[in-house]
């Protein structure tokens, strides 16, 4: 039971990363204009780019985890396992 529940939580296909890296950056552009209300000048200006420079990283490590998750499972059916 509790597995099928964790595996909804499982990035499977670059399309789910991609609509995960696309709200992400949805949320950190709303943080990102709040900031700049708050703190006008370059103090929100620079915290707007911490926020949307975490989802480029973030981002980044989403789709490099799929493609070594991937090498992986290739690795592993390669090489066959003995008894």
Not at 2 to 26: D, N, P, Q, S, W
């Amino acid at each position: 039971m509790f597995r099928k529940i964790g595996r909804l939580f499982v990035i499977k296909t670059r399309l789910e990363a991609f609509l995960i890296i696309y709200a992400l950056a949805l949320g950190a552009t709303s943080r990102g204009a709040a900031y700049l209300e708050e703190y006008p000048g370059w103090p929100g200006i620079l915290l707007f780019l911490a926020c949307t420079g975490a989802v480029f990283l973030a981002g980044a490590k989403i789709l490099d985890c799929l493609k070594h998750e991937r090498a992986a499972k290739e690795a592993a059916k390669a090489i066959p396992e003995k008894i």
